[in-house]
């Protein structure tokens, strides 16, 4: 059984950086799209990034285009989301999840593995 832990998250003034990791236990996780989501407090969890399974396709949500960053090293298993210019907005527990698409998968339930998130607070 495939598990997905997240690590990375923190607390960051506006304006600064932190680098999620999303470590994948079990086989074929070269196979996957993997996509990173975020859920504020009552709020719907939204679509963030994804990069498909080769790594040669990368997706990102308008709001964090041109700021974070996905990149995956599938000879270790690993995910990571480099998030600069960090804003007040990107409060959230940011999730990992693995989907089988083989196209841009931005909706959650076409992500079937889901980590357990990690918090990332943006402070002014």
């Known amino acids: 059984q495939v598990q997905l832990v997240e690590s990375g998250g923190g607390l960051v003034q506006a304006g600064g950086s932190l680098r999620l990791s999303c470590s994948a236990s079990?086989?074929?996780?070269?196979?996957?799209?993997m996509g990173w989501f975020r859920q504020a407090p009552g709020k719907e969890r939204e679509f963030v990034a994804a990069?498909?399974?080769?790594?040669?396709?990368?997706y990102y949500a308008d709001s964090v285009k041109g700021r974070f960053t996905v990149s995956r090293n599938n000879a270790e298993n690993t995910v990571r989301l480099q998030m600069n210019r960090l804003k007040l907005e990107d409060t959230a527990v940011y999730y990992c999840?693995?989907?089988?698409?083989?196209?841009?998968?931005?909706?959650?339930?076409?992500?079937?593995?889901w980590g357990q998130g990690t918090q990332v607070t943006v402070s002014s």
């Open positions: 999840a693995r989907s089988a698409a083989r196209r841009a998968a931005v909706r959650t339930n076409e992500y079937d593995t």
């Open positions: 079990g086989r074929s996780f070269s196979d996957y799209t």
């Open positions: 990069i498909s399974w080769g790594g040669g396709s990368t």
